[in-house]
């Protein structure tokens, strides 16, 4: 019910902001905003983006929960998605997810709602290494065992029946 009450509710938002704005002034100038918020709102989800991926990869190279960093690229790439969707509802909720502080409180409130049963990461739950298992082989299997089959071998000289366009040797 939520998700159809937000799609409902967001075109009816964004219809009323464009036609107050463009009352205010004018069809060109909110046009030019549209676009100029689109533009800036794709450069700032780059740069979030690239600080987010390196966080990312720190906290993978520090052995470290990865947690935060990929729910930041998550909400930067849905913030990029919102910025690129024309209307000042849609960027103003883009905008306000490219600041991390925004993020983690919309994090910290969804982490709430949400119980994690378990979480391991590297060693064995116990402590100490993880123990190596044997890979999985289906069936008594004896050096006898043959499976027979029917293969032919293609020459290796076969030509296209094309020119060809240059980019490729034949």
């Not at 002034?25 to 983006?49: M, S």
Request: hydrophobic share 45%; glycine share 10%.
């Amino acid at each position: 019910m939520w998700l159809f009450l937000a799609f409902v509710a967001v075109p009816l938002i964004e219809i009323t902001l464009f036609i107050q704005v463009g009352g205010l002034i004018g069809l060109w100038p909110t046009l030019l905003i549209v676009v100029v918020t689109a533009i800036l709102g794709t450069a700032l989800v780059r740069r979030e983006g690239l600080r987010a991926l390196s966080d990312l990869q720190s906290s993978f190279s520090r052995l470290q929960d990865p947690t935060r960093p990929l729910a930041h690229g998550a909400m930067i790439l849905f913030s990029g998605a919102l910025l690129l969707t024309p209307g000042f509802f849609t960027d103003a909720c883009g905008f306000a997810l490219l600041i991390p502080a925004v993020r983690d409180a919309v994090m910290r409130f969804i982490s709430s709602r949400i119980k994690v049963q378990r979480f391991e990461m590297g060693g064995h739950p116990q402590g100490g290494p993880r123990p190596q298992t044997e890979p999985y082989r289906p069936g008594p299997q004896t050096q006898d065992d043959v499976i027979e089959g029917e293969f032919t071998e293609i020459p290796g000289s076969k030509r296209p029946n094309h020119p060809g366009s240059g980019w490729t040797k034949h």
